[in-house]
């Protein structure tokens, strides 16, 4: 099992560049969502999606789109890139009764650099 | 927005010491999760809790729901070297799915 599949795992971009961070997951799961982690902060949810044509804002959406076309795929995508958008994205997912108790499953993440 | 404020935020042990650290928040949870991630890789669940008062073991790992529904802690006994990583606590609000995270702590062991 695949579990969770985030790429790229790395990406330097210019600044007001675009660009869309994949997410996949072969665990029939519900709940999707995106999150980015900063040092020394905890992780940030930026948006999320309990099924396929749903999807809503978290802590930190500016900046950010989504959509959410099949159960597997839920790509994040970062049209015009700017410094603070550089850090660890880490997509999650979970069946939608075991995400309301917060219990998820991670990618390994994604480390974007905007310079 | 809600905060969860988790201590220590780092800690230098010897293996074979026992590990403690907590997380505190302001306002109640309905779960407290603790996740811990290796350099490099996702968080990983450790140990749900779902009740007021609740105490759960996971192998070394032992992690209680504070009764006031505004805390939790996390216990490590004998660590060993594979325990190293970052270790944080996450609070389920009653209002939505949006998952509150603390700062994590860092667990350092000393060579």
């Known amino acids: 099992n695949a579990g969770v599949t985030q790429t790229p795992k790395f990406q330097v971009l210019k600044t007001g560049q675009s660009m869309t961070l994949q997410c996949a997951q072969d665990m029939n799961h519900e709940y999707m969502s995106w999150y980015r982690q900063d040092p020394g902060m905890g992780l940030r949810l930026i948006h999320y999606?309990?099924?396929?044509?749903?999807?809503d804002q978290g802590e930190v959406p500016n900046g950010y789109n989504v959509s959410r076309s099949t159960t597997e795929d839920f790509p994040l995508r970062l049209l015009s890139a700017a410094p603070s958008q550089t850090s660890v994205y880490f997509c999650?997912?979970?069946?939608?009764?075991?995400?309301?108790?917060?219990?998820?499953?991670f990618g390994e993440g994604s480390r974007l650099t905007v310079l | 927005g809600q905060q969860l404020n988790q201590s220590p935020q780092s800690m230098f042990i010897q293996e074979g010491e026992d590990v403690s650290m907590n997380c505190t928040s302001s306002?109640?949870?309905?779960?407290w999760l603790w996740y811990k991630q290796d350099p490099g890789e996702g968080p990983v669940l450790l140990i749900a809790?779902?009740?007021a008062g609740e105490l759960t073991s996971n192998g070394r790992l032992t992690a209680q729901f504070g009764i006031t529904r505004k805390d939790s802690f996390l216990n490590i006994s004998a660590s060993i070297p594979s325990d190293v990583g970052i270790y944080f606590c996450?609070?389920?609000?009653?209002?939505?799915?949006?998952?509150?995270w603390g700062a994590g702590t860092k667990l350092i062991i000393k060579p």
């Open positions: 306002s109640i949870f309905n779960t």
């Open positions: 996450a609070g389920h609000p009653p209002s939505n799915y949006q998952l509150i």
């Open positions: 809790l779902y009740k």
């Open positions: 999606s309990v099924g396929a044509g749903i999807t």
């Open positions: 999650a997912s979970s069946y939608s009764n075991r995400a309301v108790v917060g219990e998820l499953f």
